[in-house]
């Protein structure tokens, strides 16, 4: 059903390292730059010098008809926003999404931050939200460690909104229209990673496999529509959105996430899961 090449040799592993932690750079540095008063243009200056000063270029600009480096969606945008002079608010919920390539290889990950200040009663449900979504994506890549087919991290991944939701009283909403995908020489290859559940069980999860996680998750319904602009997708209900993405390589010793500093140890730990450098 899979041709085989999407299981990366223990060597094209290994050189997928540097492009994720150019990528983790990149949002280090956006991350320190989202502060009120900035611009999403100065975020992405940011993102952009971190990835060249390791040697890397942005992959987001080899995207036919797309100039920046980042994506920054803020409040209703979910995904795919364009850094703009628009300057970022107190309790603005802010999701970066970056790449690098270098080598001929790719990384590719997001992150949501929420600016203090703000309205008293709707920042800490942003922040919520955000906390949420990052945790079901750690859920997503701890059972990525343990799973015998791909679709169980979607599995993972709606469980923990469930539950976590609903410890709340909250509804959130799981974008379908958009889904996480394999990635290597190309920043999109197959398979397609749905952050969901979903019937068909997806290909073996085995040494080799290399896969972008990106959970978008909203505070209402999960309906979306694409601005003017022809790329920022929204939600139809003007709700807060979170999206948080991980690059995952499954090898030999077990999982390692590339775009992480530490491979995911920190965010693994709550799971029982210890990642394995990549040898
Ligand atoms: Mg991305
Ligand atoms: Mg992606």
């Not at 079901?136 to 679709?151: E, M, P, Q, T, V």
Request: negative net charge.
């Amino acid at each position: 059903m899979f041709r085989s090449s999407i299981y990366k040799t223990p060597e094209q592993l290994r050189l997928m390292v540097e492009p994720g932690l150019a990528t983790a750079a990149s949002l280090a540095a956006a991350r320190a730059k989202i502060v009120a008063g900035a611009s999403t243009l100065d975020v992405d200056a940011v993102a952009e010098a971190a990835i060249i000063a390791r040697g890397g270029a942005s992959n987001f600009k080899l995207v036919p008809g797309y100039r920046h480096t980042i994506c920054a969606s803020v409040n209703d945008e979910v995904v795919h926003g364009i850094p703009s002079t628009r300057v970022l608010l107190p309790g603005d919920i802010v999701s970066i999404d970056s790449g690098a390539i270098l080598g001929g290889w790719n990384g590719d990950s997001a992150i949501t931050v929420v600016i203090p200040g703000g309205d008293a009663h709707e920042t800490p449900r942003r922040e919520e939200l955000s906390r949420v979504t990052e945790g079901s994506l750690w859920a997503g890549i701890a059972r990525l460690a343990r799973a015998k087919h791909l679709n169980e991290v979607g599995d993972a991944i709606q469980t923990y909104i469930e539950n976590e939701g609903d410890a709340l009283g909250q509804n959130y909403g799981i974008l379908t229209e958009y889904i996480g995908h394999g990635i290597g020489r190309s920043m999109h290859e197959e398979p397609p990673v749905f952050n969901y559940r979903v019937r068909q069980k997806g290909p073996d999860v085995k040494p080799g496999l290399v896969v972008a996680i990106e959970p978008m998750v909203v505070m209402h319904s999960p309906e979306t529509y694409v601005k003017d602009d022809e790329w920022t997708v929204a939600t139809s209900d003007g709700g807060a959105a979170s999206h948080w993405e991980h690059t995952v390589a499954v090898h030999a010793g077990g999982v390692w996430v590339l775009t992480a500093e530490d491979g995911g140890a920190a965010g693994l730990a709550p799971f029982g899961v210890t990642p394995t450098p990549i040898a």
